[in-house]
């Protein structure tokens, strides 16, 4: 059974940032996911149809960054809210995932205005006890 990550929201004086745990790395980018979506105001959970998300980069961390800013431009351009995220692999610079969205119709959206993940203290790396962590600051 898959236990889920977490996440928490990390402060800083011009930026704010989210640190996310899991048993996996997918688990740790897919709590990420639920961190941004929840400062966006637009996490409804289970909502939505699901949209495919194929994000390359570099490396683990730059992917980081990448995912969390084409969901960002998803928001941003189809108005959409998000409804759950499944990271269904991170490796060899490749994510493929898919964000659950829907409308936001005259749902009303109170949350903090994000312009782009930064690689400021970024990071993405398995630990000790062989959690999986992400952590990643957003432009306000």
Not at 22 to 50: H, I, M, N, R, S
Not at 88 to 113: I, K, W
């Amino acid at each position: 059974m898959k236990r889920g990550g977490s996440f928490e929201i990390l402060e800083h004086t011009a930026d704010v940032g989210v640190e996310a745990a899991g048993d996996t790395c997918e688990e740790a980018f897919e709590a990420a996911a639920q961190g941004v979506a929840t400062l966006l105001g637009a996490w409804f959970p289970g909502e939505g149809e699901e949209r495919d998300v194929l994000v390359e980069a570099s490396d683990r961390d730059a992917l980081l960054v990448g995912w969390i800013d084409e969901l960002l431009f998803l928001h941003e351009s189809r108005d959409v809210v998000f409804g759950g995220f499944t990271v269904r692999r991170v490796d060899d610079g490749e994510l493929d995932g898919s964000a659950r969205t829907a409308p936001r119709g005259d749902r009303e959206v109170e949350g903090t205005a994000i312009k782009a993940a930064t690689f400021h203290r970024l990071r993405v790396a398995r630990e000790e006890d062989g959690t999986w962590r992400a952590r990643v600051y957003l432009d306000v």
